[in-house]
Each structure stands twice: as C-alpha cells, then as structure tokens.
Nanobody, 118 residues
Framework: QVQLVESGGGLVQAGGSLRLSCAAS????????MGWYRQAPGKQRELVAD???????NYASSVKGRFTISRDNVKNTVYLQMNSLKPEDTAVYYC????????????WGQGTQVTVSS
C-alpha cells in the first residue's frame, strides 16, 4: 500500500525553525507535483506550498519568504524548511500530491504536529 509518512514536527519558540520531511512510497513520486498542507484546530486544511516535478514552487502568502519546499526524487522525499515560525503556524502538517489524491496517493498520512509558542 502506498504511504506518505510525515516527520520532523515538534515544539518550538516563535522565531525558531523546523524542517519537515515526507517520505513517499510508490513509483510515481518523481513525476507527481507534491504539496504541504496544514490544519489548525477548528480550521479547514489549507495548502501551504507546492512543488512540481521540475522543482518550481508556489507558496501561500502567509508563509512566503519564511518557508521553503524542496524535493529529492531519488529518496522519494519532499521537505518543508520553516523559518521565523509564528504562533499562527501551529497546526498538523501533511503532505500529499497537488492537487490532493492524484495517481496512487489516495489518502492522507498521519501528519506531524508543529506547535509554536509565543
């Protein structure tokens, strides 16, 4: 079964940094646009950043200039470097295709919790 496994979350003070990783199984990763999403308590899940197979990226306005998405198609892994973190970045972070549920990636992983204290 194809899986997406997120890791790297934690508790950090405002202004700190974290690097999230998402390891993907399956054969289609290298040709599939991927995205990082987040869901804060009581809010809808939102797209944070996406990256296409060639490495072109897009960011939500709320994270532009602070977050960087990247991918390693040999390791089948997508990363999210998060700098200058703010309390409003607190959420569970997930990866999936962009748009979600493309090709063989039909479900969300378990996500990784990011908590930013003020």
């Amino acid at each position: 079964q194809v899986q997406l496994v997120e890791s790297g979350g934690g508790l950090v003070q405002a202004g700190g940094s974290l690097r999230l990783s998402c390891a993907a199984s399956g054969s289609a990763f290298s040709i599939t646009p991927m995205g990082w999403y987040r869901q804060a308590p009581g809010k809808q899940r939102e797209l944070v950043a996406d990256i296409n197979k060639g490495g072109s990226t897009n960011y939500a306005s709320s994270v532009k200039g602070r977050f960087t998405i990247s991918r390693d198609n040999v390791k089948n892994t997508v990363y999210l470097q998060m700098n200058s973190l703010k309390p409003e970045d607190t959420a569970v972070y997930y990866c999936n295709t962009w748009p979600p549920f493309q090709r063989e990636y039909k479900s969300w992983g378990q996500g990784t919790q990011v908590t930013v204290s003020s």
